[in-house]
């Protein structure tokens, strides 16, 4: 399972970093591919990063790039999003995602919500002009 945190109310230009830690409950649990996603009251469930857990590699939707930084902590199983110079359009539910198992996410996929087969609860995150 995942659980997030981090969420709250931050002014417009603000800072805020969300957390996802995966545990298994005793049992293995192999993280493949691990993202963020985000949904505003509403709207569809958006892609916001993604990050490679063997290797780190990343990736970003448009509208957060080079302000939001997505990392991952192996040992402590725990994913990161620092959001930085944050904006109103920012505000939604934010859902960390994990793809556990044998298969793995290609690059062209890791923005498809249904590629991901753990999710966390949300974490509201509410930017204020």
């Known amino acids: 399972q995942l659980q997030a945190s981090g969420g709250g109310l931050v002014q417009a230009g603000g800072s805020l970093r969300l957390s996802c830690t995966a545990s298994?409950?005793?049992?293995?649990?192999?993280?493949?591919?691990m993202g963020w996603f985000r949904q505003a009251p509403g709207k569809e469930r958006e892609f916001v990063a993604h990050?490679?857990?063997?290797?780190?590699?990343?990736d970003y939707a448009d509208s957060v790039k080079g302000r939001f930084t997505i990392s991952r902590d192996v040992p402590k199983n725990t994913m990161y999003l620092q959001m930085n110079f944050l904006k109103p359009e920012d505000t939604a539910s934010y859902y960390c995602a994990a793809r556990s198992g044998s298969v793995r996410i290609i690059t062209s996929a890791v923005g498809r919500p249904d590629m991901y087969n753990v999710w966390g609860q949300g974490t509201l995150v509410t930017v204020s002009s």
């Open positions: 990050i490679r857990w063997s290797g780190g590699a990343t």
């Open positions: 298994a409950s005793g049992r293995a649990f192999s993280i493949n591919n």
